[in-house]
């Protein structure tokens, strides 16, 4: 069974950088496509980020310019770096794949002077 572990979250000032990290376990990992996705307060889960088993990237245009995704398989794992945040990009941030799996806990993304 596939088990998605999201870390790097945190609060961060306007203007600032994170790096969330999606260690993913149990399954072949390369042969997937893999996702970025986060759910602010009262809103729905949104698709932020794609990245294809050879590493060809989709961004969602609140995001494009500003965050990038990227894999490493041999540690099984896909990173969401983001840069120049802003107060909007605060929510849950979660990663998957395609086709979907269960969700993993997600990591809180807060950015707030």
């Known amino acids: 069974q596939v088990q998605l572990v999201e870390s790097g979250g945190g609060l961060v000032q306007p203007g600032g950088s994170l790096r969330l990290s999606c260690a993913a376990s149990?399954?072949?990992?390369?042969?997937?496509?893999m996702g970025w996705y986060r759910q602010a307060p009262g809103k729905q889960r949104e698709l932020v980020a794609t990245?294809?088993?050879?590493?060809?990237?989709t961004y969602a245009d609140s995001v494009k310019g500003r965050f990038t995704i990227s894999r490493d398989n041999a540690k099984k794992t896909v990173y969401l770096q983001m840069n120049s945040l802003k107060p909007e990009d605060t929510a849950v941030y979660y990663c998957n794949r395609s086709p979907l799996v269960n969700w993993g806990q997600g990591t809180q993304v807060t950015v707030s002077s």
């Open positions: 149990g399954s072949i990992f390369s042969i997937y496509a």
């Open positions: 990245i294809t088993r050879l590493s060809t990237t």
